[in-house]
Structure formats: structure tokens, C-alpha cells
């Protein structure tokens, strides 16, 4: 069992229906279909067999030593319009949820990212969408993506829906004018469409019975500090009462989409002290009150049932690319020097800055895909497909509407979100979605826990 309090209310109601089963079993009635919250099931990881995207899958497989985890199961991102009905590159929704069923699959994870203004606070993966188009994101994004969804031939499939990577977290910590904050997250905050966009995909993804919905929480780097941790929740809490939105659509929660944050740091504790001096103070830590994914999902969970989430919301982990082994990966604590020589000398993530995000340098496959690995934890998912580029390290020219961000060129010395530290990004990489080849070979090699076949 994931939870660790008392039997889930959605638990409850399952097995009250299964006992009026049982007691008309002698009779020939026909029960009506169940209601849709009853229909979902606690956790829609346990037992199931996700789809694996062939594209990805080919991609992966064409390179040396790929096909090690080629058959892993990853999210499909709908990140335009075009992406509905296909592009040149990628199939459309329907068709893959058709090669879903063809391999028989019963889990479907697709990413809902379209929103107007989308990704304020940085340029990579700026979308089609100007800030005032809400109207276009409801009526020729979210509501086409529902009518598939709700598509009687996908019943059998339990379809998990990742809500709009970053949004919400720009609106807690880089829209109020503090140091890192941008006109474009401002504007977006106040003309709510973020919150109204959030809320309309909640509530029409939710009226549909197998749809699994699950809103993305950034990461322990971005929220983890007191001032950002409740004020998100809450910012969470208003946008699924926004457009009609419920508790009740919303299943659970996701951190670490697209992101490199360490699952677990196994050398230090965010408790653990130097010479008197706690790690929070440390360079690394900086005041967090987390310093793994792990804890941060643990405890902002706790923290979103308090705001007002169901009891028995479960969380997400992408462990795409948060795996940090390979020859650098520490093998026990640093030396009781000093707090940062005792942080920096222990920990897995190696990046240059917790708030660097774009292709990092080091970083390695992280967790396969598991259900219900921990408790309050429904699975490691892969978000991010492994390969696939968060943004270009050069500006290129494009009809994604992608700009340069320059956290993603490796000669950029930083912003105040990353506290004007270099970028810690590779090389050479292409637009944001676009495979990279050198970043795949090398999130290979440093896959942590190691991959068959291959040494620590
Ligand atoms: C890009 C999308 C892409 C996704 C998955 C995002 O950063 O903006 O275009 O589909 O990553 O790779």
C-alpha cells in the first residue's frame, strides 16, 4: 500500500460496490456503470502495463546501447495544436492511443502543454499561444484533446494526464518582482489565464471517467523554501476552483517534470549538522527545507491535503534524467571540513546549482518507471523522454514558436534564479523536444541505479 493513513475513501467506495455485486449475484440485474470518481481506481500505476511510444522507442533503440531501455514507458507531449492531429515528426493523439491498444496496453500518460504565454519564466519552450488566448487553448486545444480522450474505444485505457508543466510555480515565485521574477510571468499572473487555463483543462479532462489528472509541482529546488512551499499549495488550491474545476478532478500531483533534482540524497539529511552549522546554510542547500524529491513529493502531499486535496491524492516522480551515477556519483559523506565541504563533497546532484534546468552536464537515467514505489508515491514516471533536448544552446530559427534561452547555452554566467552561476548545459544541443544524440549517450552512461550490463 502507498498511503500511509487509513484506507482511501475511493477505497471505500470501490469495495461497497463490489460487496452489492456479490449480494446480487444470485439474480440476473444489470448494474448501472459506475460513477465516474467511483470507476477510478486508487492508483491507476498498480497493475498496469503503460504505453511505450514507438517513436521515442526507435530513437532510442538507433543508438549504441540504447535499446537497454527502449521499451520503457514515457509520457507523449501534446506541446502545440498540430501535435493533436500529428506532425511531420510525431504521431497524433489518436493514433497513438490507437498503437496503445495494438500493444495492449492499459495505462496512457499524455503531457497538456499548451497554455497561453507558456513558460514565462524562461524562452526554451515559450508556446504558440499569446497571453490573452485563452479562448484558443480551450476551444482548439483542451476540447479537441477531450473529445479523443473520451472516445469510447480508449475506455479500457487509464489515462493519465500531466497538467501544464511550470505554470503555476511561475506564478508563486517569478511573478511578484523579487529577484529572477520577469514582466512575463507578471502579466500572466494577472490576467489569471494560466489559473483559467489550469481550471478548464481540471474540469473538462475530469468529467471524463478514465482520465487520471495530475498537476505539476515543479520541483524542490523551485518550491522547497517556507516562503514558496504553502503559497503554492494554496496557488494549486484556487487554480482547481477556477473554470468549474474541483478537488475531485484533480488525482494527484507531479514533481521533477523535465527536471534533474536527485530522487534521494543518500550522504546527508536536511537535519544533519557541521561543527554546529546546519546544512540549510550550506552554499548547496541554501536555506531549502529539502534537499531530495523524494521528501519534497512526501511532504508537499501532506501539505496539499491540508490545503484542501483529497486525502488520498498520490504523488509523481519523473525520474527520467535525475539518476546522477557514473564515474563523479560519491560513494559515502563529505569530510566534516565545513558544512560545504560536507555537502558538496556527499551529494548525487552534481549540478553546478539546483536551479540549473537546461541539458545538464553529468546527469544520467534515473529510476526506471515503477508503481507505487514508496508511500504517498503512485510512480516514477518518465516525463521528459529521455534524448529529447530542453532547449538549444545557440538560437535557431523555428516554427515552434521556441525561443533562446540562454540557461541553455554552456557560456551563459547565470540569473537570479540560479543565483548567477554558469549554466552547467551541454553543448551542441538543438531546439527544446528535438533528439540529442550526445545527451542520450551520455544520460546512458551515467544512468543511476546503473543499467544492465553495465558497471556502477
Ligand atoms: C518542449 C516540447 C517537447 C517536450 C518533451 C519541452 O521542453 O518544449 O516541445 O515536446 O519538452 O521533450
Known amino acids: 500500500m502507498r498511503r500511509t493513513g487509513t484506507t482511501s475513501h475511493r477505497a471505500h467506495r470501490r469495495s461497497a460496490a463490489l460487496c452489492a455485486l456479490a449480494l446480487g449475484a444470485a439474480l440476473t440485474v444489470t448494474l448501472p456503470a459506475p460513477a465516474s470518481a467511483a470507476a477510478r481506481v486508487d492508483n491507476p500505476y498498480a497493475g498496469a502495463t503503460a504505453y511505450v511510444n514507438p517513436d521515442w522507442s526507435a530513437r532510442a533503440s538507433a543508438e549504441p546501447g540504447g535499446s537497454v531501455i527502449a521499451d520503457e514507458p514515457s509520457f507523449v507531449w501534446m506541446d502545440r495544436i498540430a501535435a493533436i492531429a500529428g506532425t511531420s515528426g510525431a504521431r497524433g493523439l489518436r493514433a497513438h492511443l490507437d498503437t496503445a491498444l495494438a500493444q495492449g496496453a492499459d495505462l496512457f500518460q499524455v503531457v497538456i502543454y499548451d497554455l497561453p504565454g507558456r513558460d514565462c519564466a524562461a524562452l526554451a519552450s515559450n508556446g504558440e499561444l499569446g497571453a490573452t488566448e485563452i479562448d484558443r487553448y480551450k476551444n482548439e486545444y483542451i476540447d479537441p484533446i477531450a473529445s479523443i480522450l473520451a472516445d469510447p474505444a480508449y475506455a479500457s485505457l487509464r489515462i493519465v494526464a500531466l497538467i501544464e508543466p511550470d505554470s503555476l510555480p511561475n506564478l508563486v515565485t517569478n511573478a511578484g518582482g523579487s529577484d529572477g521574477s520577469t514582466a512575463a510571468c507578471a502579466t500572466m499572473k494577472a490576467n489569471g489565464n494560466y489559473e483559467k487555463g489550469v481550471g478548464y483543462a481540471l474540469h473538462t479532462l475530469g468529467a471524463i471517467p478514465n482520465v487520471y489528472n495530475y498537476v505539476d509541482a515543479a520541483h524542490h529546488g523551485w518550491l522547497g523554501w517556507d516562503s514558496n512551499f504553502v503559497p503554492a499549495a494554496q496557488e494549486f488550491r484556487k487554480a482547481a476552483a477556477t473554470e468549474g474545476a474541483a478537488v475531485s478532478d484533480v488525482h494527484g500531483f507531479i514533481v521533477n517534470t523535465a527536471n534533474y533534482s ?194 556502477a
Not at 491524492?313 to 571540513?337: C, Y
Not at 507505487?372 to 538549444?392: F, L, M, R
Open 262 to 455: 536527485s530522487l534521494k540524497e543518500p550522504y546527508f539529511k536536511v537535519t544533519d549538522a557541521v561543527n554546529g552549522t546546519t546544512v540549510r546554510q550550506s552554499k548547496w542547500v541554501d536555506w531549502n527545507y529539502y534537499v531530495d524529491e523524494l521528501s519534497f513529493a512526501q511532504a508537499l502531499r501532506t501539505e496539499l491535503v491540508r490545503q484542501g486535496f483529497a486525502p488520498d491524492i498520490g504523488m509523481l516522480v519523473d525520474t527520467a534524467r535525475n539518476g546522477w551515477g557514473g564515474s563523479a556519483r560519491p560513494g559515502a559523506a563529505g569530510p566534516q571540513t565545513s558544512v560545504d565541504a560536507y555537502v558538496d563533497g556527499g551529494r548525487v546532484d552534481r549540478r553546478i546549482h539546483a536551479g540549473n534546468w537546461c541539458n545538464q552536464s553529468g546527469a544520467g537515467i534515473g529510476e526506471r518507471p515503477t508503481a507505487a514505489p514508496e508511500p504517498g508515491i503512485d510512480a516514477y514516471v518518465w516525463a521528459k523522454p529521455p534524448g529529447e533536448s530542453d532547449g538549444n544552446s545557440q538560437p535557431v530559427d523555428n516554427d515552434e514558436g521556441k525561443g533562446f534561452d540562454r540557461m541553455c547555452d554552456p557560456t551563459y554566467t547565470g540569473n537570479g534564479r540560479n543565483g548567477y552561476n554558469p549554466s552547467g548545459a551541454l553543448p551542441g544541443a538543438p531546439l527544446a523536444g528535438h533528439w540529442f544524440s550526445a545527451q542520450f549517450q551520455e544520460l546512458l552512461r551515467n544512468a543511476y541505479p546503473p543499467l544492465n550490463g553495465q558497471g
